[in-house]
C-alpha cells in the first residue's frame, strides 16, 4: 500500500476528465484574488469567536456516513454551537460547485481525494488555512500553503452480499471469473474509483505509472456485461442492487455494519491494494470561513 499514491490518481483524474470532454495557532482570516499576496492573521481563539458569530458551516461532500464526519460535526455544534448542513456531492462536483458560485457562494467546505487537492488549488477556488497542528502532517499529506490538507486514509476493498454471492471472491481473478457483477462508482468523480483503477493496474503487473492493466481489467468486466459504475450508499446495498462492490474500507465497514454484519463480507484481495488519503478543500469564497476553519482544526 503507497501513501504517495496521490500522484498516480492525479493521473487517473486527468485522464478520467479528458474522456468527458504553520501555525502556533495564527492563520489566514481571508484570501486575495490571488491566493499569494500575504494577509493579516488571526489567532485560533479570534477565529473560533468569528466562527460563533457567523452560527453555522456548509459542506459538501463530508456526509455524516462518510468516514464518520457526524462525529465532528457534533463537536462542532457541542463545542461552539454551530449548525451544520451538507450536500453529498463527488471530488470533482465539489470543486465545479465553488467555482460556478463564486459570486454567490453557498458552501464552505469540501472533502475531496487526495488526487483532486492540487486540481481545486489550480482552479483557484480554494482558501489556505493551516491548521495548529501543521507541523505534525507529512509533507505528502498537504500543500505546502494549506490549500488542501489530508485527515485521514481508506484502502481499497472489495463488500460482497453474501445472500447473492456465497463464495466472496478472495483474488483479483476471483472478481474476473465470478458470475455477479461488480460495482465500482465513476472513474471520472472521485478518487475512490480511481485508487480502485490503480489497486486493479498494480494487482495485475502495472504502477503508478502504468495503469493501463487496471484499464484492462475493467474493460473485460465490462465486455461481459458484468461492471456497474451505480453509485453505492446504504439505500442501494439494503435493496440488494450492488452484489460485489470497490469501495473504500473506511465505506463498507460503516456500510455492513449499518445494515447487517452477517450480510456482507468485507476484505482485501490477496495481491494487495492501494491506500490513498482524503483532503479538506475551503471555499476561497466561503460565506461562513472562520466556521470552516474550525472544521478542519477538528478533522
Known amino acids: ?26 492563520q489566514a482570516a481571508s484570501v486575495p484574488e490571488d491566493n499569494s499576496a500575504p494577509v493579516k492573521e488571526l489567532t485560533l481563539g479570534e477565529i473560533e469567536k468569528q466562527a460563533k458569530q457567523e452560527g453555522k458551516v456548509v459542506s459538501v461532500g463530508m456526509p455524516d456516513n462518510w468516514a464518520n464526519w457526524k462525529e465532528t460535526w457534533d463537536d462542532i455544534a457541542g463545542k461552539y454551537g454551530l449548525s451544520h448542513s451538507d450536500t453529498d456531492l463527488s471530488s470533482a462536483e465539489e470543486i465545479a460547485k465553488f467555482e460556478a458560485e463564486k459570486n454567490n457562494p453557498t458552501a464552505d467546505i469540501g472533502d475531496v481525494g487526495i488526487s483532486f487537492g492540487p486540481i481545486a488549488k489550480d482552479k483557484g477556488v480554494t482558501m489556505p488555512y493551516k491548521p495548529t497542528h501543521w507541523e505534525n502532517i507529512p509533507d505528502w499529506a498537504k500543500d505546502k ?5 489530508v485527515g485521514y486514509q481508506g484502502t481499497i476493498a ?24 461488480v460495482s465500482i462508482t465513476d472513474v471520472t468523480k472521485g478518487t475512490q474509483a480511481q485508487m480502485g483503477v490503480l489497486a486493479a493496474a498494480i494487482a495485475h503487473g502495472g504502477n503508478e505509472a502504468n495503469i493501463q492493466p487496471g484499464l ?9 456485461n458484468r461492471l456497474s459504475t451505480l453509485e453505492i450508499n446504504t439505500g442501494v446495498l439494503e435493496k440488494g442492487e450492488v452484489s460485489v462492490a470497490l469501495l473504500w474500507d473506511f465505506n463498507a465497514l460503516g ?10 463480507e468485507v476484505s482485501i484481495l490477496q495481491e494487495g491494494s ?26
Not at 216 to 224: E, T, V
Open 1 to 26: 500500500m503507497k501513501k504517495r499514491s496521490w500522484k498516480a490518481a492525479l493521473l487517473i483524474s486527468i485522464m478520467a476528465l479528458g474522456i468527458t470532454a504553520c501555525s502556533s495557532g495564527k
Open 145 to 149: 500553503d494549506g490549500h488542501w490538507v
Open 158 to 181: 472489495v463488500m460482497t452480499d453474501k445472500s447473492q454471492v456465497k463464495n466472496p471472491p478472495k483474488t483479483w481473478n476471483d472478481l474476473l471469473t465470478g458470475d455477479y457483477k
Open 216 to 224: 484492462d481489467f475493467f474493460a473485460k468486466l465490462a465486455d461481459q
Open 255 to 264: 456500510y455492513r455494519d449499518q445494515i447487517d454484519p452477517d450480510r456482507f
Open 274 to 299: 492501494v491506500a490513498s488519503g482524503y483532503a479538506t478543500i475551503i471555499n476561497k469564497y466561503a460565506p461562513h470561513p472562520n466556521a470552516a476553519k474550525l472544521a478542519r482544526e477538528l478533522y
